[in-house]
């Protein structure tokens, strides 16, 4: 079954198709740049340890991390690979995820002040967001009530992940 990607809509199955992903499985999804600051190796160890929790992690991006994500999908049935998309079909694919993650680390103040635009994508798709307890990131998440925000330590990132399992 093949989808015009323009015409998604949010109840798409665009997504368990793709990646053969339980119907009944809460899927996440990264969007952007796969680089180091971005929680993209604390997920893939997160993701490791949920495959009980019938959760699924998409990354959809380029960048220096693409191999190290790419060989963990294809030994972690719940974690995908998807190449980048253009960004006029962006919002239609990503609205076929349950939950967007935007775990910006604060490796520098320009990171721990940012708003990065993968917040405001994920908001515009309808999903409910995992951010970054950060300053600017935690004011619109709340203010917003878009989701929820998450210190970046493993243990709180995978509670927060397993509490929104739970709200899905």
Partial sequence: KSHDIKNLSRNSDYFNLKFKIDINSTIFIYIGNFSKGRGINKLLDIFKDLYSYNA????IGYGRLTNLIKNEALINSNIHYHPSINFEDLIGIIRNADYGLCLIEPVSLSDEFSLPNKLFEYSFA??????SDLPDIREVTNNHNLGYVTDLSNGSIK???IKAIDNK
Avoid: P, S, V, Y
Avoid at 56 to 59: A, E, H, P, Q, R
């Fill in 56 to 59: 699924d992690l998409i990354f």
């Fill in 126 to 131: 309808g999903l409910n967001i995992i951010a």
């Fill in 159 to 161: 509670n927060t992940i």
